[in-house]
């Protein structure tokens, strides 16, 4: 496994994808019991897959109702969803913690340089306020690896906050400021900055605290806010080890080991195959560092993409559970 870890993270071009993609499918296929079932289900017969094309995904429900797990050896971490009381949340049970601190730190440098020396700020109150947030242990990590005296959580101490990216701006620091969007939002009600060299990266969702905004609206607000010429976010959620990233209007890349199709919304087992930057769809997820549970997510986000490989996330269905979940035979 160590050899096909060391693969993933090597992918460089578009053919190492495919080639190391099916490995990391027929690993699955083997030793994930759910999404066995799940293909079993649909009749998939996995030795007849020979291109990520044709790989069937597994609806994302499943990480609330079943352990997607494909690794024998012992848990070391379970992350979980934010969710409103009575809501199942979904789980991703980790067995390898260094893929996932593999994957954020390489990601992160391919679109942001190096970690070392960069001052993180993380304005992320209803994250820090649960257990078993994936997004606070990358963030945990980027602050610790950053080695800067600066760098560090603000919960609702706005006042600190403006101070501290008063005092960066003025010393020249490059800072990278990680924020839930409402957070964001209270924090320029109270405070105006000019700030043009800050990234200021939203993790999405107003978490039940504001009126959710359509993307234009909210990125000029915090654009005007700390007078920046973009808003920068991460496109990750519980169920992947991978993140993409948006380094202005809405349009995601992908780390060289994730990739994303689409799918017909009213036919969700068939992708929509064709460069028509038109076309809209359920948004499918490869991600192979998710190789110890699975790597062919069906997500509930609504999405549209791009010759390059780029895409845009339109927002979500409007039923909860994908159609297909209840399906798996128990």
């Known amino acids: 496994m160590k050899d096909l870890i060391k693969q993933i993270f090597s992918i460089s071009n578009n053919d190492q994808f495919e080639e190391i993609c099916l490995k990391v499918f027929k690993h699955q296929a083997e030793n994930c019991s759910v999404y066995k079932a799940w293909m079993s289900h649909l009749k998939v017969k996995p030795e007849e897959i020979t291109s990520s094309k044709e790989i069937p995904f597994l609806p994302i429900g499943f990480f609330k109702t079943h352990e997607v797990l494909s690794s024998t050896h012992p848990v070391e971490i ?8 009575g809501m199942s949340q979904s789980k991703h049970l980790v067995t390898d913690l260094s893929i996932y601190d593999q994957s954020f730190n390489l990601a992160f440098e391919q679109f942001y340089g190096s970690i070392e020396n960069t001052c993180f700020l993380a304005l992320l109150p209803s994250y820090l306020e649960r257990d078993g947030s994936s997004l606070i242990y990358m963030v945990d990590a980027l602050i610790r690896d950053s080695k800067h ?5 603000f919960l609702h101490n706005h006042e600190e906050l403006h101070q501290k990216l008063t005092q960066l701006q003025a010393s020249g620091q490059k800072t990278i400021l990680i924020g839930v969007t409402y957070a964001l939002l ?3 009600e109270k405070y105006q900055l000019n700030f043009p060299e800050l990234v200021v990266m939203e ?6 605290k504001r009126k959710e905004m359509v993307r234009e609206e909210l990125h000029q607000l915090l654009q005007e806010g700390f007078g ?22 809405g349009i995601f890349n992908c780390p060289p080991w994730m990739k994303i199709y689409l799918r017909d919304v009213n036919d969700p087992l068939s992708l929509i195959i064709g460069n028509n930057s038109k076309s809209s769809g359920g948004i499918n997820v490869i991600d192979l560092s998710n190789l110890n549970s699975c790597a062919f997510i069906a997500t ?4 549209r993409l791009f010759p390059d490989g780029s895409f845009e996330v339109l927002g979500r269905f409007d039923n909860a559970d994908i159609r297909g979940c209840n399906l798996l035979v128990q």
């Open 300 to 303: 509930q986000d609504l999405g």
């Open 78 to 85: 379970t992350f979980s969803s934010s969710g409103t009381t």
């Open 228 to 249: 920046v010429t973009s808003i920068h976010s991460e496109y990750g959620m519980t169920e992947l080890l991978g993140q993409a990233y948006s380094r202005g209007v």
């Open 186 to 188: 209270d924090f320029i």
């Open 203 to 208: 993790t999405g969702g107003m978490k039940g």
């Open 149 to 153: 005296p600066d760098s560090g959580y």
